[in-house]
Every structure is written in C-alpha cells, then in structure tokens.
C-alpha cells in the first residue's frame, strides 16, 4: 500500500498505465460514437422502434455471455495478447459491417461477435491495470478510467446521430475500428507482457472450471460477497436516467428537458470522480456508509414532483455519490487471486450489467402504472435501505477480516 496522497501525476507516471489508458481513450470514444450511429442508422433505414431496440439491446446483451464464459480467457492465456487479439478482432469485424448494403441480419450477428469480445478485453484490461497499479493507485487510475468511460458515452450518443448524418454510417465504423488497431499497438508498444497467470496446458482450467472456481472463491469470502450484492443499490439509483424522457413528460415539458435529466447522471458521476477523490483520499469505512447512501436518498424526493432544475439536481448528486463503487471495486480486484482475477472481474461486471437491466425492465413496467415520479422516489427509497444494509454488513465483514 503506498503511503500519503496518491498523485494523478503519480500513476501517469507509470509507463504501462499510460499504454492501458491511451488504449482505453481511443477504443472507448471511437466505439461508443459507433454504436450511437448504428442504433440511429438502423432506425432512420427501417422506421421501425423495435428493431432499433433490438440493435441497441445487442450492444449490451452479449456482456451477459462473454462474463461468465470469455472472461476466464484472461486468466488462461497472457492478457496482453487477449487484449491485442480482442482488439484487432473487434477492428476486422468492424471492417465487415462497414460494407455497404449488408442486411440487418448480418448486422446484428457481427454487432453480437464485437461485443462478445469486449468481455475477454475488459477482464484482461482491468486485471493488467490491478498489477500495474497495486495498492491505493488502482483506485486512482479506476477513476480516471470511468472518467473517460462517461465521457465518451456522453459524447457517443450527443453527437453520434450528427455524426453519422454528415459521414454515413460506414466511415463511422471504419473509424471505429481505426481506434481498435490503436488501441492494440498502443497494448503492444507500452505494456509488458506477462505469462498467463492460471498456468497452461495440462494444469490449465476448463472453460466452465474456471468459472466454477471463481464463483466458489467469491461466494466463500463475505467481503467479496457484499460488494457484488451493491450492484443491486446503484441499479436502482441509475432508474432515473430511465425514466428522465417520461418523467419530463410529467412536468409537461419536452425532450430537451428528458435529455437534461437523462445526461444528469453520467455528469454527476463524471463530476464524483473528479471532486470527491481530492476530498477523501482515503475511503474509510463510515465514507461508504454515507456515500453508498446517498446515491439514492436524493431520489426519494422526487415524491414532491421536483421542477427540471431540482431535478436535474438530485440526479448529478446521486451520481457523484456512486464514486463510493470505485474504491470497493479495487478492493474486489486486488483481493481475488491473480490466477482466477479476470474471471472474477468479468462475473462482477457482468452482474453490474444484469443488475441494471433488471432494475430498468422491472421499474419501467411500474412506470406503466404508476405516475413516473413516485417510481423514481420508490426506487431511491428501496436502493437506499439496500445500500445502508449492505453497507453495515461491508463493515462488520471488514472487521472480522481484520481480526481473523
């Protein structure tokens, strides 16, 4: 653990960050730019909502297949040439869709594949970056990773229609694989390669093996059990950005409005992740508490039917509250063994994922029966309770991990 103040100077300071950082920078602009084009694309093509969902839905679903099955790649080959091959990979495939006149179908099918390989690459990503940075500094460089992964879904899907209506979609996605082939050399010129960490040949672990061991891993350490179980509150603190285009139609007003609450979020995050590091360093355990806490305690007044400005309001301070993730995702990283930590990674994100969806399909059905306000206040008051339960129990199995 390093002592005092972790510096961003500090862990750009570290060659091997910048590489994983830079790599990050340009696969993640250039990749959300194009699925923003292509949901919008298919839908000015077709006119058709449900298959403009469909689309959407495939850029995210896939995550649900390639956590549990594609993330223990991680562990069973070196994760610099899994994050290279998954790189020029997703780059090639993206040459493919770019063909003009491709049907929807083939769409689809290759928009499945590129996804599908976006789990071995985070799980690598995240457990290279775990070795790099050991300590608070994984922390650090977490948060200025989410930075730009907010950043860039802001920027993806503000600008993604503009783009695409002034380019045509298939620049857009030889754009997007032009960043991939980036990102892979900028993997290969700066990052060191390492040998596969779960062993090879005989010794390797099956693919459902590798699964099962860091299933049972997690499930046998309590710490690791209630960090998984907080993705349950921050699902229900990010309804909100759900529910912003029919809550604003609430208020009686119109899109400009749902776009200013449903941006809310990822700006408060963005704002978290920047403001609250400078102002605790150091998360200690009574910061998750009350962090964890208010990331969906402002929701809950949205009972009072709050105008566009309160609104607005509550939704970027929920979101700076949920920085409280960043520093219990490391922990979750760094207390996993090397040889089963891209699995892991991939099972936690992968229930961050599930958990959302859920909370967006079960609060939005209510939403059909219930004015959108007191959804969103339900949905703050239940995340709040779960958020101060598991909370509590983080503390008490610190504690006995402490004295154990």
């Known amino acids: 653990m390093t002592a005092g103040r972790v510096t961003y100077a500090e862990i750009f300071g570290v060659r091997e960050f910048r590489a994983l950082f830079t790599s990050r920078v340009l696969a993640t602009v250039g990749d959300y730019v194009a699925r923003a084009a292509l949901v919008i694309a298919v839908f000015a093509d077709t006119g058709s909502e449900a298959l403009m969902g469909v689309t959407f839905a495939l850029t995210t679903l896939p995550d649900l297949i390639g956590g549990p099955l594609l993330a223990g790649l991680a562990d069973r080959f070196p994760r610099r040439a899994v994050m290279v091959a998954a790189d020029l990979g997703r780059a090639f495939l993206l040459l493919i869709m770019a063909i003009p006149g491709l049907p929807l179908v083939a769409l689809w099918v290759l928009l499945f594949l590129i996804r599908l390989l976006d789990s071995p ?44 209506a002034i380019t045509g979609l298939s620049a857009v996605l030889v754009f997007n694989a032009a960043t991939f082939v980036l990102s892979g050399l900028a993997i290969l010129a700066g990052v060191r390669a390492r040998p596969a960490t779960a062993g090879g040949g005989a010794s390797a672990p099956s693919w459902l093996g590798s699964f ?71 998360q200690r355990p009574p910061h998750v508490v009350v962090l964890s806490a208010l990331g969906c305690l402002p929701l809950v007044l949205f009972a009072a039917v709050p105008g566009a400005a309160v609104a607005t309001a509550l939704i970027v301070v929920s979101g700076m509250a949920l920085y409280f993730w960043i520093p219990l995702a490391a922990e979750f990283t760094q207390t996993v063994p090397d040889d089963m930590r891209g699995q892991a990674v991939g099972l936690l994100t992968t229930t961050m994922r599930v958990t959302q969806g859920v909370a967006i399909l079960m609060f939005g059905f209510a ?25 509590l129990a983080w503390v008490r199995a610190s504690g006995s991990a402490r004295t154990s």
């Open 121 to 164: 690459f985070s799980s690598s990503y995240l457990a290279t970056m775990s070795v790099v940075l050991p300590g608070r500094r994984l922390v650090k460089g977490s948060a200025v990773t989410q930075v730009v992964n907010h950043v860039s879904y802001t920027v993806g899907y503000a600008f993604g229609g503009v783009i695409v």
């Open 367 to 391: 939403a059909q029966y219930a004015m959108s306000s007191t959804v969103i206040a339900a949905s703050g008051a239940i995340g709040t309770a779960l958020a101060i339960g598991l909370s």
């Open 212 to 282: 099962r061991t860091a299933t049972r891993y997690i499930a046998a350490h309590p710490r690791l059990r209630v960090i998984m179980l907080f993705t349950l509150p921050i699902a229900a603190c990010l309804v909100s950005a759900a529910l912003a285009a029919p809550y604003a139609a609430q208020l009686g007003q119109g899109t400009a409005v749902a776009g200013l609450l449903m941006g809310a979020a990822p700006a408060g995050i963005v704002i978290g992740l920047w403001l609250l590091p400078l102002l605790i360093p150091d």
